[in-house]
RNA sequence: GUGGAAUUAGCUCAGUUGGUUAGAGUGCCAGGUUGUGGCCCUGGAGGUCACGAGUUCGAUUCUCGUAUUCCACCCCA
């Protein structure tokens, strides 16, 4: 019997848990300057919500979901992503009569069944942003700006801004035939990945690593070159937005994403810190999201960012994320004053310190190696006299400094020292 | 899902051309006398050498399988 964690998971030790709490913090304090409420959805949720929600044809739903019957028999699927739950709950919970627009950010793991590799786990936790009720080109222009604070924030630079539009179901209809024709003569030639998309989705031909499909897919007709006016004059405006914003960002034609709910603007920020995984941060727009679960039709807009990618990237630029907290005293004590010690830290942890004792029987001097190990800022040992006298010596550990106290003054010499 | 590599102490790694009780550094615990840390010294705990089979008198070492991780694809966050 294997007791390891299974496959791609992963446990979150202290230092690493202090670290992404960070992250969390950051993110959520953005979130709400920029006006989004935090949304949280079930971990699993009807297969067919993914299979409508995120496209049959999509990968993830013909090979990455954790599927499983439950004992009602019930098709159930662990959340392989979070847009599609957030989306019917919107319509659930009746969010949609809300004033638009519906801003909603989250923090959630996600599940998919895939092979391992750095940055790439089977539980991984995104950071997402929903936006509800806009057609207008500012709402993209608004997460893709609320992203570029978020790392601004952080202190990380570097990671490049990539958008596309694939227009609306009319012109992308047009996109798919003018892509039809162009390979239909050449499909021969190409891998047999390739073939299959030819029918399923001929977007994707264009992002094969093939060597030849690569070579044919360069001369391909551009999405762009397709788009019906209003997706265009769409497209132009998420361009202006993003120019008066400062932020930089590079048109790819061939920009693909994997999802199948989206229309108009997708976009990815990139890192090449991350190994293969580079895609920090996906997003773009769905407008026929909703009513796909059981809505009305809602435009609406948003992304998700891996969680871990974040941390290696940001590890990477080796970001101080913290993680430590170092206590502000430690009380020594011996075997007759260890209770009134603890009696003491006590007391001072309700005043709001941080305080450590001793709760493995040492002695003084392993105490004071002890206090030492944990970088506390200071110690007090407790004798019987300091706790007959009610006073004792606070001795600052960086300098060796000793201040003589009442007790009862302690916690206000650890505020000002 | 395809191809390749790796796996020895909590961590980073040596090592065994197949042969008694498998090593280092670091970390951890204790001690270096009676109430004071960092440096230093001494001692200790901790490994079924990833797991399971096979070959062999004998396997941590060779072979196969499995698991896990990593790399390149695929794909995505």
Redesign the pocket.
């Known amino acids: 019997m ?1 007791l ?1 964690a ?3 998971t992963r446990d979150i030790l202290p230092e690493e848990a202090a670290k992404r709490q960070l992250l969390e913090r950051v993110f959520e304090d953005i979130c709400r300057r920029y006006g989004y409420g935090e949304i949280r959805v079930p971990a699993f949720e009807h297969t067919e919500l993914f299979v409508r929600g995120v496209g049959d044809a ?2 993830i739903v013909r090979k990455e979901m954790y599927t499983f019957e439950d004992k009602g028999g019930r098709s159930l699927t662990l959340r392989p ?1 979070g847009t599609a739950g957030v989306a019917r709950a919107f319509v659930e919970g009746g969010m949609s009569s809300r004033p638009a627009p519906v801003k909603l950010w989250y923090n959630m793991n996600m599940f ?1 069944y ?8 089977r539980e ?1 936790w ?1 950071f997402g942003c929903e936006v509800f009720g806009s057609e207008a080109p500012q709402a993209d222009a608004e997460v893709i700006g609320l992203l570029n604070s978020f790392f601004g924030e952080l202190g990380l630079s570097g990671i490049s801004l990539e958008i596309n539009s694939i227009g609306c179901p009319g012109c992308r209809e047009a996109y798919r035939e003018a892509l039809r024709d162009y390979y239909r003569p050449r499909l021969s030639e190409m891998c047999e ?1 390739c073939q299959v998309r030819f029918d399923l989705n001929p977007l ?1 031909m264009l ?3 093939e060597e030849h499909c690569h070579l044919l897919a360069a001369d391909a007709p551009v999405q762009l070159d397709y788009l019906c006016g209003s997706c265009k004059d769409h497209f132009d405006g998420v361009k202006s937005c993003l120019d008066a914003l400062k932020i930089d960002y590079i048109v790819n034609p061939r920009m693909v ?3 199948d709910y989206y229309t108009r603007t997708v976009f990815e920020f990139i890192s090449s810190n991350v ?8 997003g773009g727009r769905y407008d026929g999201l909703i009513r796909e679960v059981g809505g009305f039709d809602m435009p609406a807009v948003g992304f ?3 969680v ?2 974040l941390m290696l990237e940001a590890e990477a630029q080796e970001i101080n994320l913290g993680g430590e907290s170092l206590p502000d005293l430690y009380i020594a004590s ?1 075997p007759a004053t260890a209770a009134p010690a603890l009696a003491l830290a006590q007391d001072l942890i309700r005043q709001g310190f941080s305080v450590e004792t001793d709760i ?1 029987g ?5 105490q ?3 206090a ?2 944990m970088r506390a800022r200071f ?1 007090l ?1 407790l ?4 706790v007959e006298e009610a006073k004792g ?1 606070l ?1 600052r ?2 300098d ?1 400094e000793e201040t003589e106290t009442p007790l009862a003054a302690i916690g206000g010499l650890l505020e000002t020292k």
Do not use: H, N
């Open positions: 294997d390891r299974p496959r791609g999509s990968d992503e998919r895939e092979k391992m590799q750095k940055g790439r786990y991984f995104q990945d994707r992002d094969c690593k994403r994997g999802l190994g293969t995984q580079g895609t920090i941060c996906g998700a960012m891996g871990e990618r011996f493995m040492r002695s003084l001097r392993a004071m190696k002890a030492d190990r110690t040992v004798g019987e006299t300091e010596k001795r550990l960086d060796g």
